[in-house]
């Protein structure tokens, strides 16, 4: 059987931590679940901090301080930004010009994994949403 990966839109890893009943059943039902294979971008924590910074973020800012943490709770790992998912953002139409969505869309595709967002725009790309 092969094992599914989720890569956590940014807002859901903020929501998960902070107001998890923000959270879809269904995806609070997979972040839950101690099987589930959690993935983190690094373009998410870069996200969170520049909007903690520029004081847009506020509810995500004390999570920057213990980040480690929280992936340890969560059971969650990280994924880098790798010259490939930067090479595959050129691929993607313009339907989101949200730099860090776009990475995490090209992330997605390039690893073959299942995306956890609300953001209906994910939506209008050859990726796996899950809500």
């Known amino acids: ?7 956590l839109d940014t807002h859901v890893f903020v929501w998960m931590l902070a ?10 039902g997979l972040v839950e679940n ?6 983190l971008s690094v373009a ?10 520029l004081g847009k973020f506020p509810q995500a800012e004390p999570l920057l301080d213990k980040l480690d943490d929280c ?9 880098d930004v790798r ?9 993607l139409d313009p339907h989101h010009r949200d730099p ?12 073959n994994m299942q995306i956890i967002t609300a953001d209906p725009a994910f939506r209008r790309y050859d990726v796996d949403i899950v809500w």
């Open 83 to 91: 010259r490939s998912h930067a090479v595959a953002t050129r691929e």
């Open 71 to 79: 992936l340890a709770r969560m059971g969650a790992e990280t994924i």
């Open 19 to 28: 107001e998890p009943g923000r959270l879809s059943d269904r995806a609070l």
């Open 100 to 111: 860090f969505d776009r990475m995490l869309i090209a992330q997605a595709r390039v690893e």
């Open 1 to 7: 059987m092969v094992q599914v990966s989720y890569l």
């Open 44 to 53: 998410s924590i870069w996200e969170i901090a520049i909007k903690a910074g």
């Open 34 to 39: 101690e099987d589930t294979t959690l993935v």
